[in-house]
C-alpha cells in the first residue's frame, strides 16, 4: 500500500512535469519546428502532384505542335488533259484546208479538171448556184513548185520567161510573194510576151489597165521592169487588203469578185469586147497549171471547163 502510494505520488511529478515543458518557450519552439517539418513536407507532395499535371500538359503541347507541324498532305496527282483534236491528216503535195464548198478533189496529177490545188468545181464554188463565194486560201495553203527549179526543166512551162527570171525574183522577194505567182500571172496573161496589149488597152507581160500606167518611164507601160514591178506590187497589196485570201486575190487579177455569177462573167461573150468576159477557168489554170510548171494552154488536154473565150477571134 505504501509502493502503490509512491506510484502514485510518482506520476503527479511527471504530468506536472510535462505540463510545464510544454508551456515553457523550448517547449512551444520544439512544437513549432515539429509542425514546420510537417508542413515542408506537404509542398514537397504538392509540388510533385503539380509536376505531374504539368509533365501531362507538356506531353499534349508536343503532341499538339507535332501534330500541326507535320507535313501537309501532299496535292493530288494533275491530271492529264484530254488530247485536244487535231487537224485532219494531209496528203503530203496536195492541199488541205476547210471550207463549205465540199470535197476538194486535190489530185497528186494535174488533169483537165483537177490538181494538187483541187477541183475546178471547188475553186469556182457557188459560180453556177447563186454566185462565186471562195473558200479561204493563203499563200501558205497551196502546192506550187519554185521558179528557179522550175525553169531548169527543159520543158519548163516558163520557157518564153526566161529572159525575166531574175526580175521576177527580185519584186517578188521586194513585195512578199512567190516568184512562181508572179512568173504565173504573166504566162496566163501575155504569154510573157511584153509586146502584148489587151482587148480593153492592156499593157505588157502584166497586162496593166491604164490606170497603173501613169507612171510608167517615158509613158512606156509595156518597160519591163516597170511591168513587172507594178504588177507584183498590185498583187501583194491585192493579197494585204484581201485578208490573205488567195483565190480572191489571184481571180480579182482578172476580174472577178464575190457573188459573180456565170451569167455576169460571160455577158461581154456576145459584144464587140468578146476578152472582156472573165475567164472561168482562170484559178484552175493558174493554181494547178503554171504554179505546177504545166502549161495549161498546151496541156493535153488543156486545163479547163468552160473555155468561155474560145470563142472570141
Not at 25 to 35: D, E, T, V
Not at 262 to 274: I, K, V
Request: glycine fraction near 10%.
Amino acid at each position: 500500500m505504501k509502493n502503490f502510494g509512491l506510484f502514485v505520488l510518482l506520476a503527479l511529478v511527471v504530468a506536472v512535469t510535462a505540463e510545464l515543458h510544454d508551456n515553457t518557450p523550448l517547449g512551444r519552439l520544439s512544437r513549432r519546428h515539429h509542425n514546420v517539418n510537417r508542413r515542408r513536407s506537404t509542398p514537397a507532395q504538392r509540388c510533385a502532384k503539380r509536376n505531374a499535371k504539368a509533365s501531362s500538359s507538356s506531353v499534349a503541347v508536343n503532341e499538339a505542335l507535332v501534330k500541326t507541324s507535320a507535313a501537309p498532305p501532299p496535292p493530288p496527282a494533275k491530271t492529264s488533259e484530254a488530247p485536244k483534236p487535231s487537224a485532219p491528216p494531209s496528203v503530203k503535195g496536195l492541199i488541205n484546208v476547210k471550207s463549205n464548198c465540199g470535197a476538194i478533189g486535190a489530185t497528186k496529177d494535174v488533169t483537165q479538171y483537177s490538181g494538187p490545188n483541187g477541183n475546178i468545181d471547188w475553186l469556182n464554188c457557188g459560180l453556177n448556184d447563186g454566185g462565186w463565194q471562195p473558200p479561204y486560201i493563203r499563200v501558205e495553203d497551196v502546192i506550187t513548185m519554185d521558179l528557179g527549179e522550175a525553169v531548169k526543166d527543159p520543158n519548163s512551162a516558163f520557157s518564153a520567161c526566161s529572159d525575166y527570171i531574175s526580175t521576177f525574183e527580185k519584186y517578188a522577194w521586194q513585195f512578199g510573194v512567190p516568184p512562181i505567182m508572179i512568173a504565173s500571172f504573166a504566162m496566163q496573161e501575155s504569154g510573157c510576151n511584153p509586146a502584148t496589149v489587151g482587148g480593153a488597152g492592156e499593157q505588157g507581160l502584166m497586162q496593166l489597165t491604164w490606170d497603173k500606167c501613169l507612171a510608167a518611164p517615158g509613158g512606156n507601160c509595156k518597160d519591163v521592169d516597170y511591168n513587172i514591178k507594178t504588177g507584183a506590187k498590185f498583187f501583194a497589196d491585192s493579197l494585204n487588203g484581201n485578208g490573205g485570201d488567195l483565190l480572191k486575190t489571184i481571180a480579182g487579177y482578172n476580174g472577178w469578185s464575190v457573188s459573180m455569177t456565170f451569167d455576169q462573167a460571160t455577158a461581154a461573150g456576145n459584144t464587140g469586147c468578146c476578152r472582156c468576159q472573165n475567164n472561168l477557168d482562170y484559178l484552175h489554170q493558174f493554181l494547178n497549171g503554171w504554179c505546177q510548171n504545166v502549161n495549161a494552154y498546151t496541156h493535153n488536154p488543156p486545163l479547163g471547163k468552160y473555155f468561155n473565150l474560145a470563142k472570141c477571134h
